[in-house]
């Protein structure tokens, strides 16, 4: 059976790689990234994978990666915490959010 005879089959898209895009998006949260992020910048999860195994990408956890070469920064677990549980739906607050705030 051909994609034209399944209405439902899902479009398959080859879309380059924007570095410059993901680390813009790093770059404003210390080099970490989401894997939703790095999707909207035009990488598979395959690609992923094979940046963490060359070791240009470190996998922190699940979801959740940092660009290698990026410089570390104080307080920087906060900010990989928060971006691990979703910056959409937790916040940061009180003395965190102030040393956030000043990095």
Same mark, same amino acid.
């Given at each position: $059976?051909? +994609?034209e005879m $399944?209405?439902?089959a899902?479009?398959h898209?080859?879309?380059?790689?924007?570095?410059? &895009?993901?680390?813009?998006i790093?770059s *404003?949260?210390?080099?970490?990234?989401?894997?939703e992020?790095?999707?909207? &910048? *035009?990488?598979?999860?395959?690609?992923?994978?094979?940046?963490?195994?060359?070791?240009?990408?470190?996998? @922190?956890?699940?979801?959740?990666? =940092?660009l290698? !070469?990026?410089p570390?920064s104080? =307080? !920087?677990?906060?900010?990989?915490?928060?971006? %691990? @549980?979703?910056k +959409?739906?937790? @916040? @940061?607050?009180? !003395?965190?959010?102030?040393? =956030?705030?000043? %990095?």
């Amino acid at each position: $059976m051909n +994609d034209e005879m $399944m209405p439902d089959a899902p479009a398959h898209t080859a879309t380059r790689p924007d570095r410059t &895009c993901l680390f813009h998006i790093a770059s *404003g949260q210390a080099g970490y990234f989401t894997t939703e992020q790095a999707r909207a &910048c *035009g990488y598979s999860f395959a690609l992923l994978s094979h940046r963490v195994k060359s070791g240009r990408f470190s996998r @922190v956890r699940r979801g959740l990666y =940092r660009l290698r !070469e990026y410089p570390s920064s104080p =307080r !920087e677990d906060v900010l990989a915490a928060w971006l %691990a @549980v979703g910056k +959409d739906v937790a @916040v @940061v607050s009180h !003395e965190s959010a102030l040393r =956030r705030a000043a %990095a």
